[in-house]
């Protein structure tokens, strides 16, 4: 950083304040990780300075053969990690990709089905304040209202009567493994295409910890930049049927140039999702998720569905109350973050607040166990977050345990780096 911090002191000095944010504190943010040296060093190289757009040995410039080869190196890469036939790994975003997969099979006002924001989608999946949700006519299914779980039953029954031409599957705040061969096999009823989408649980999926998509829906879509443990960006997995109708449907249909510095860091972090590390790695990001949630329920905390069986948990605040007003998502978002845990306010089944407020919490473990830390950490720090949000619970304007927690929340983050060996 000192060529950086010589010329601008200002963006070097909020980028250090960064990283001693991420180090002092203890993130718990589903959809965050962090990347090993050596993807930031792919990320941060030369290969930002070239312009490549079009696809390996057909380009629209010159001086792209050694682009070709980590484009190509980066999607062998994907296909070998999860048995896909075919990879694309241009899309800049997650929703990006999604949004290619609609663009290559969907015309305006097609019908798709998705889950609901509120329990548990995602924006990209046809949510109104999204594009998606306006150039499409979109159906939402949602959980069971009992077992907060998806009910396959009443979401076949639904297809039949929406007749989608899309069918989605696959959310951000859901902590269930999910049967994507039921997804498509009802999808083929109703003649609807498949696409899943795995951003949150690919590093799960590609390890074995979680059903895997591939080769069982019509299409895949991902980021790189959540279990998968690489930079920000996405992917599409797809036959080789599809491959054509894919690829053109992301260049030219929805980008330009592709970002080559972070393709290089894709295709280091798919090598690096084939080690046996990495695979020890998500099964730890499991047991630590159940080992919080277990002492979060054993709190007298609500757990929606009841528990988790992959990277995150959802809590319902609704039982937190003082004179018949609950803690919100956003008062036990700020709270927690006053005492140096980051997590995010998240909407639940059953919502009655706006997003911006909510009744949930979503907290999640991946950074964390990418910090070396196991099931006794987790334990302690679900102490820690019931600790602080029944004292905020109790009177709003506490900052007792906020201020305790703190203290211990440091000295625990000061014995994990940000970067051990073996990331």
């Given at each position: 950083?000192?060529?950086?911090?010589?010329?601008?002191?200002?963006?070097?000095?909020?980028?250090?304040?960064?990283?001693?944010?991420?180090?002092?504190?203890?993130?718990?943010?589903?959809?965050?990780?962090?990347?090993?040296?050596?993807?930031?060093?792919?990320?941060?190289?030369?290969?930002?300075?070239?312009?490549?757009?079009?696809?390996?040995?057909?380009?629209?410039?010159?001086?792209?053969?050694?682009?070709?080869?980590?484009?190509?190196?980066?999607?062998?890469?994907?296909?070998?990690?999860?048995?896909?036939e075919h990879a694309n790994v241009q899309p800049h975003s997650g929703s990006q990709a999604n949004q290619a997969v609609y663009f290559a099979y969907l015309n305006h006002k097609d019908r798709i089905m998705s889950q609901s924001l509120t329990q548990g989608g995602h924006l990209s999946h046809g949510s109104r304040v999204s594009i998606t949700g306006r150039w499409y006519s979109i159906f939402h299914y949602g959980v069971d209202p009992e077992t907060e779980m998806l009910d396959y039953a009443a979401i076949e029954e639904m297809a039949r009567i929406v007749r989608p031409n899309l069918i989605i599957c696959g959310a951000s705040a859901y902590p269930r493994e999910i049967d994507f061969k039921a997804f498509q096999e009802i999808a083929e009823t109703v003649d609807a295409r498949c696409m899943a989408d795995i951003a949150h649980i690919a590093g799960?999926?590609?390890?074995?910890?979680?059903?895997?998509?591939?080769?069982?829906?019509?299409?895949?879509?991902?980021?790189?930049?959540?279990?998968?443990?690489?930079?920000?960006?996405?992917?599409?997995?797809?036959?080789?049927?599809?491959?054509?109708?894919?690829?053109?449907?992301?260049?030219?249909?929805?980008?330009?140039?592709?970002?080559?510095?972070?393709?290089?860091?894709?295709?280091?972090?798919?090598?690096?999702?084939?080690?046996?590390?990495?695979?020890?790695?998500?099964?730890?990001?499991?047991?630590?998720?159940?080992?919080?949630?277990?002492?979060?329920?054993?709190?007298?905390?609500?757990?929606?569905?009841?528990?988790?069986?992959?990277?995150?948990?959802?809590?319902?605040?609704?039982?937190?109350?003082?004179?018949?007003?609950?803690?919100?998502?956003?008062?036990?978002?700020?709270?927690?973050?006053?005492?140096?845990?980051?997590?995010?306010?998240?909407?639940?089944?059953?919502?009655?607040?706006?997003?911006?407020?909510?009744?949930?919490?979503?907290?999640?473990?991946?950074?964390?166990?990418?910090?070396?830390?196991?099931?006794?950490?987790?334990?302690?720090?679900?102490?820690?977050?019931?600790?602080?949000?029944?004292?905020?619970?109790?009177?709003?304007?506490?900052?007792?345990?906020?201020?305790?927690?703190?203290?211990?929340?440091?000295?625990?983050?000061?014995?994990?780096?940000?970067?051990?060996?073996?990331?």
């Amino acid at each position: 950083m000192s060529s950086l911090a010589n010329f601008d002191p200002d963006v070097a000095a909020i980028i250090e304040k960064e990283r001693l944010r991420q180090l002092n504190g203890l993130e718990l943010i589903a959809s965050e990780n962090i990347v090993s040296k050596r993807v930031l060093e792919a990320m941060s190289s030369i290969m930002t300075n070239k312009y490549a757009e079009g696809y390996p040995g057909k380009r629209y410039y010159g001086g792209c053969e050694f682009h070709d080869m980590v484009e190509n190196l980066a999607r062998d890469r994907l296909c070998s990690l999860f048995g896909a036939e075919h990879a694309n790994v241009q899309p800049h975003s997650g929703s990006q990709a999604n949004q290619a997969v609609y663009f290559a099979y969907l015309n305006h006002k097609d019908r798709i089905m998705s889950q609901s924001l509120t329990q548990g989608g995602h924006l990209s999946h046809g949510s109104r304040v999204s594009i998606t949700g306006r150039w499409y006519s979109i159906f939402h299914y949602g959980v069971d209202p009992e077992t907060e779980m998806l009910d396959y039953a009443a979401i076949e029954e639904m297809a039949r009567i929406v007749r989608p031409n899309l069918i989605i599957c696959g959310a951000s705040a859901y902590p269930r493994e999910i049967d994507f061969k039921a997804f498509q096999e009802i999808a083929e009823t109703v003649d609807a295409r498949c696409m899943a989408d795995i951003a949150h649980i690919a590093g799960l999926c590609a390890t074995g910890h979680h059903n895997s998509p591939v080769g069982v829906v019509d299409v895949v879509t991902t980021t790189t930049h959540k279990t998968l443990r690489g930079p920000r960006g996405g992917a599409i997995m797809c036959s080789k049927e599809d491959a054509v109708t894919i690829d053109r449907s992301v260049f030219p249909g929805m980008q330009g140039g592709p970002l080559m510095h972070v393709i290089a860091a894709k295709a280091v972090c798919f090598k690096e999702a084939m080690q046996p590390s990495f695979t020890e790695y998500c099964g730890q990001i499991i047991r630590n998720t159940r080992a919080m949630a277990e002492v979060l329920a054993d709190e007298g905390l609500d757990i929606v569905s009841g528990g988790s069986d992959n990277h995150l948990i959802l809590l319902n605040l609704t039982g937190l109350s003082t004179d018949g007003a609950h803690l919100t998502g956003l008062e036990a978002e700020n709270a927690l973050g006053e005492a140096g845990i980051t997590v995010n306010k998240n909407t639940i089944p059953r919502e009655q607040l706006s997003p911006f407020v909510t009744s949930g919490l979503r907290i999640g473990t991946p950074v964390v166990t990418s910090r070396g830390m196991k099931e006794e950490e987790m334990r302690q720090i679900g102490h820690w977050i019931a600790r602080v949000l029944k004292d905020v619970a109790r009177d709003k304007n506490s900052k007792k345990a906020i201020r305790e927690v703190k203290e211990e929340v440091t000295a625990l983050a000061s014995k994990y780096p940000l970067y051990p060996e073996e990331i």
